[in-house]
C-alpha cells in the first residue's frame, strides 16, 4: 500500500523553526520528484519546494526562498523540509508529494497533511 505520512509540524513562535519529515512506504522515492506543498485557510494549494530525483534540482517559491530548505534521504525513503524564520503568513496544512512518470503513466501520491501554526 502506497503511502506519505508527514510529520513535524505544530506550533512555533514567530521567527521559530521547524523541520517537517515525510516518509515514504510501498514504493521508492528514488526515481520520484519529491515536493512540499502547503494550503491556508481559504486558499489554493501552493508549491512551496521540490527536490528531483537523485538531488538534480532544487526549487523554492519565492517567498520561501533562503528561508527553507527541502532534502531527500533515499536510504530512509524520507524526504525533510526545514523551515526556518517562520512567519504568521506560514501558517499552513503542509503536504508531501511525489510524482513520477513513465511514458504517458503518471504517478502521483499525496500524503495527508500536516499543520503548522506561527503565532505572532
Known amino acids: 500500500q502506497v503511502q506519505l505520512v508527514e510529520s513535524g509540524g505544530g506550533l512555533v513562535q514567530y521567527g521559530g523553526s521547524l523541520r517537517l519529515s515525510c516518509a515514504a512506504s510501498g514504493f521508492s522515492i528514488i526515481l520520484y520528484t519529491m515536493s512540499w506543498y502547503r494550503q491556508a485557510p481559504g486558499k489554493e494549494r501552493e508549491l512551496v519546494a521540490l527536490v528531483g530525483p537523485n538531488d538534480s534540482i532544487t526549487h523554492y517559491a519565492d517567498l520561501m526562498a533562503g528561508r527553507f530548505a527541502i532534502s531527500r534521504d533515499n536510504a530512509k525513503n524520507t524526504v525533510y523540509l526545514q523551515m526556518n524564520d517562520l512567519k504568521p503568513d506560514d501558517t499552513a496544512v503542509y503536504y508531501c508529494?511525489?510524482?513520477?512518470?513513465?511514458?504517458?503513466?503518471?504517478?502521483?501520491?499525496w500524503g495527508q497533511g500536516t499543520q503548522v501554526t506561527v503565532s505572532s
Open positions: 508529494n511525489a510524482r513520477r512518470q513513465i511514458v504517458a503513466k503518471k504517478y502521483d501520491y
